[in-house]
């Protein structure tokens, strides 16, 4: 039976009941009213109460349950407030009938009120224990009963009273106080049934209609298919994703995977409850989420759709593994993509490329210029890696430098794609309207001959790269040999921090005489180190090193004022030479260098001209304008000027007239055989010649014959220095 119809069966019965019991309370009422007037005076108010005070009881849950349903709190709030306001008053006039007797009822309306309040405060608060509610509601419901149950007691007891004062009191009174008593119960059994009824249809009602807005206004696609997978009902959102994938179609089981049906089948079997799983419906990516009631037999399908999401990770997966200026992958993908190959145990070859001289690109044509090359590069090398014959992966490290592996159980192959990247590299790049050739130096070494992890392998093969640029436009195998030497850099760069820090380096000086009459001119200071076990390392050794660790700029100061002090010396012990120092490069281009020098010039006095600062060739060129510049404010300060190892380098005739110095210093190499190669007299010969009509004086180093000399000596060179006249050695041993 419907709860409909129990409600109006319920009203049904309650009005035939009132009408009979109306009928015999009339035809007897009046009988025993003048008898029974004082009795009623006393009792029948007492009932009102207690009536009136379950009828209030029962409103005040019916609103409170009401509001559970509905939480409409502006609306019912204040009939609570004001029902709740009434069962006070109520409560005060039953106590004072009673004589303040009944001491239980107070302590169930300050239940009642604080199940109120707890109620409100759940119910007001923007995230609901629906749980906790329907646990207060209950607590309540107990409470009224509670109430009903003290109140059929005073009921009782009021009968009691009325009875025995009542002894001589009609019988027919009696009926009609048994009448009103049975009414007064069916009236409020019927309340209570109905209240709980009423309550269920209200509840049950609610939630049918927010189970219904839920799906209708989620802007997701929700489904409720049967248990074989048919579509029972679906949201406007489906349609929606529906007019996205398939313009022109009503379908909406083109929103499922094609196997839907069939994995709805095995998801039943296997006893699944809830599914998540991911598929791809056109061009769409969607989410699928299936709850599988099974005591209902039917399934809620809930969809989402990724692809914005799905392009958006793939779009960052991709910029994290590729190189934004090439599209080639980057140096993560390249330690992947080899880690991969090493663990699947695949014999390859990993060859490391860099651009020659690239600095020199960007710094002429700025770095624009150098991404375009940088560019235009990866594309040449993707495309000569898709002609090979064998499998080629390409990728951009850093800077300059490119990677290839290649995948081949034969080491030789990689020989074959490096002389492909040379021959390719003839035709010229053409980078905004300018044409460029390129030279690559190359290093490569393979797994797993060279090495079984990847960073072993990026280590080797990075020192056959390094290797290979010394010479430039090489292609250099790794060998153990090669790498060891680039190891030994990490011990010789710690020994020379403690070299510094416990005074091992010692300066030695070896002596320019004049060429014709063979005296003392100057000398040239050259650094020498001596270790604790007093065996000297070679400046060749950790002078490279100081270089590539920035090192030397804390060397070439110590040297600079070691010289000054000794040149200071040498003056006050009435020798009127002039000292060379070597400049190294980095210490050239070191921003503070003018300061510091000038510096040490204050502090010890020297006069500049006493000193002559040696410049390498190859570091002028570096940056010619700047190099100007710097020698121009060291003239300025008073220092003679010198360029080292003339001749070896690329300077042409049009800088070395812009360049304010003194005099050329002739490489070594042109002297070493300079009375049996006619190449190298000429040579000296012509240098000689240049300086004297850009009255310059030259330097002839690494004389060690008395032909060397008399030669030199012929061709009108200035200065001599080498072991013919003086080797390296300590100060004071310079002029004994």
């Known amino acids: 039976m419907s709860l409909t119809k129990r409600v109006w069966i319920s009203f049904a019965l309650v009005i035939t009941v009132g009408v009979m019991l109306s009928l015999v309370i009339r035809e007897n009422g009046e009988q025993a009213s003048i008898s029974s007037r004082n009795l009623v005076s006393v009792a029948i108010p007492k009932l009102n109460l207690i009536k009136e005070l379950r009828a209030s009881i029962t409103e005040h849950e019916r609103l409170l349950y009401e509001y559970y349903a509905s939480t409409t709190r502006d609306q019912l709030w204040p009939k609570i407030e004001e029902t709740e306001k009434g069962l006070a008053k109520q409560l005060m006039a039953i106590n004072e009938s009673f004589s303040g007797h009944?001491?239980?009822?107070?302590?169930?309306?300050?239940?009642?009120?604080?199940?109120?309040?707890?109620?409100?405060?759940?119910?007001?608060?923007?995230?609901?224990?629906?749980?906790?509610?329907?646990?207060?509601?209950?607590?309540?419901?107990?409470?009224?009963?509670?109430?009903?149950?003290?109140?059929?007691?005073?009921?009782?007891?009021?009968?009691?009273?009325?009875?025995?004062?009542?002894?001589d009191t009609q019988q027919k009174i009696q009926d009609i106080v048994d009448l009103v008593i049975l009414y007064t119960l069916i009236i409020i059994g019927v309340a209570l049934i109905l209240g709980y009824f009423t309550q269920i249809i209200i509840r049950k009602t609610a939630k049918r209609k927010a189970l219904a807005k839920f799906p209708e206004r989620n802007p997701n696609p929700v489904m409720n298919l049967n248990w074989h997978?048919?579509?029972?009902?679906?949201?406007?959102?489906?349609?929606?994703?529906?007019?996205?994938?398939?313009?022109?179609?009503?379908?909406?089981?083109?929103?499922?995977?094609?196997?839907?049906?069939?994995?709805?089948?095995?998801?039943?079997?296997?006893?699944?409850?809830?599914?998540?799983?991911?598929?791809?419906?056109?061009?769409?990516?969607?989410?699928?989420?299936?709850?599988?009631?099974?005591?209902?037999?039917?399934c809620h399908l809930y969809i989402e759709d990724v692809t914005e999401q799905k392009e958006a990770q793939a779009q960052l997966e991709y910029q994290a593994f590729h190189d934004i200026h090439t599209g080639l992958a980057n140096r993560r993908?390249?330690?992947?993509?080899?880690?991969?190959?090493?663990?699947?145990?695949?014999?390859?070859?990993?060859?490391?490329?860099?651009?020659?001289?690239?600095?020199?690109?960007?710094?002429?044509?700025?770095?624009?210029?150098?991404?375009?090359?940088?560019?235009?590069?990866?594309?040449?090398?993707?495309?000569?890696?898709?002609?090979?014959?064998?499998?080629?992966?390409?990728?951009?490290?850093?800077?300059?430098?490119?990677?290839?592996?290649?995948?081949?159980?034969?080491?030789?192959?990689?020989?074959?794609?490096?002389?492909?990247?040379?021959?390719?590299?003839?035709?010229?790049?053409?980078?905004?309207?300018?044409?460029?050739?390129?030279?690559?130096?190359m290093g490569y070494c393979h797994y797993p001959q060279d090495g079984?992890?990847?960073?072993?392998?990026?280590?080797?093969?990075?020192?056959?790269?390094?290797?290979?640029?010394?010479?430039?436009?090489?292609?250099?195998?790794?060998?153990?040999?090669?790498?060891?030497?680039?190891?030994?850099?990490?011990?010789?760069?710690?020994?020379?921090?403690?070299?510094?820090?416990?005074?091992?380096?010692v300066m030695f000086y070896q002596a320019k005489v004049d060429a014709n009459t063979g005296t003392i001119t100057g000398a040239e200071a050259l650094i020498r180190w001596f270790d604790e076990n007093n065996a000297m390392v070679s400046p060749a050794t950790f002078i490279p090193v100081a270089e590539q660790t920035g090192l030397?700029?804390?060397?070439?100061?110590?040297?600079?004022?070691?010289?000054?002090?000794?040149?200071?010396?040498?003056?006050?012990?009435?020798?009127?030479?002039?000292?060379?120092?070597?400049?190294?490069?980095?210490?050239?281009?070191?921003?503070?260098?003018?300061?510091?020098?000038?510096?040490?010039?204050?502090?010890?006095?020297?006069?500049?001209?006493?000193?002559?600062?040696?410049?390498t060739e190859s570091l002028i060129m570096e940056n010619i304008d700047q190099s100007i510049e710097i020698?121009?404010?060291?003239?300025?300060?008073?220092?003679?000027?010198?360029?080292?190892d003339f001749g070896t380098g690329y300077s042409s005739l049009s800088y070395l007239k812009r360049f304010p110095i003194d005099s050329l210093k002739i490489d070594q190499t042109f002297v070493r055989n300079l009375e049996h190669d006619e190449d190298d007299k000429n040579i000296v010969a012509a240098i000689i010649d240049l300086a004297q009509h850009l009255n310059l004086k030259t330097i002839a180093e690494g004389v060690e014959t008395k032909e060397q000399w008399q030669l030199l000596k012929n061709m009108k060179c200035d200065y001599i220095q080498g072991y013919y006249f003086s080797k390296p050695n300590h100060a004071d041993k310079l002029f004994s």
């Open 333 to 441: 993908k390249f330690e992947s993509d080899l880690t991969n190959y090493i663990q699947e145990k695949k014999a390859c070859s990993i060859l490391f490329l860099s651009i020659d001289r690239f600095k020199f690109i960007t710094s002429s044509q700025g770095y624009h210029a150098g991404d375009a090359i940088i560019h235009h590069l990866g594309k040449r090398l993707l495309d000569i890696s898709q002609q090979l014959s064998c499998q080629v992966k390409s990728y951009r490290l850093e800077g300059s430098t490119f990677c290839l592996i290649v995948q081949h159980p034969n080491s030789k192959e990689v020989t074959h794609v490096a002389k492909a990247i040379q021959g390719a590299m003839d035709e010229a790049l053409f980078v905004n309207q300018h044409s460029y050739f390129l030279n690559l130096s």
């Open 452 to 505: 079984n992890t990847a960073q072993g392998l990026i280590s080797n093969g990075h020192a056959a790269l390094n290797h290979a640029r010394i010479i430039g436009n090489n292609v250099e195998a790794y060998n153990t040999q090669l790498h060891a030497a680039e190891q030994s850099w990490l011990p010789i760069e710690r020994g020379i921090r403690e070299a510094l820090e416990k005074q091992q380096f």
């Open 552 to 615: 030397i700029i804390q060397i070439g100061h110590w040297i600079i004022e070691q010289c000054l002090n000794q040149t200071k010396k040498f003056h006050h012990d009435g020798h009127n030479i002039q000292i060379a120092i070597n400049i190294s490069a980095r210490q050239f281009q070191y921003r503070h260098f003018l300061e510091q020098l000038q510096a040490l010039l204050n502090k010890t006095g020297v006069n500049p001209q006493h000193v002559e600062l040696e410049i």
């Open 631 to 644: 020698m121009k404010k060291l003239k300025k300060m008073g220092f003679s000027l010198a360029i080292d």
């Open 229 to 298: 997978g048919d579509i029972l009902f679906s949201n406007p959102a489906c349609q929606y994703l529906l007019n996205i994938i398939h313009p022109d179609s009503c379908d909406l089981t083109q929103l499922l995977p094609f196997n839907f049906k069939d994995n709805l089948k095995t998801w039943q079997a296997d006893h699944r409850n809830i599914v998540n799983f991911e598929a791809k419906i056109s061009q769409r990516h969607l989410k699928f989420s299936i709850s599988l009631l099974r005591d209902l037999e039917s």
């Open 102 to 167: 009944v001491m239980s009822l107070p302590k169930l309306y300050a239940d009642i009120k604080a199940l109120q309040g707890r109620l409100d405060l759940n119910l007001s608060s923007s995230s609901t224990n629906w749980d906790k509610a329907r646990d207060d509601l209950a607590l309540l419901t107990q409470a009224g009963q509670a109430a009903e149950t003290i109140l059929v007691e005073l009921t009782q007891e009021v009968e009691q009273q009325a009875k025995q004062q009542a002894q």
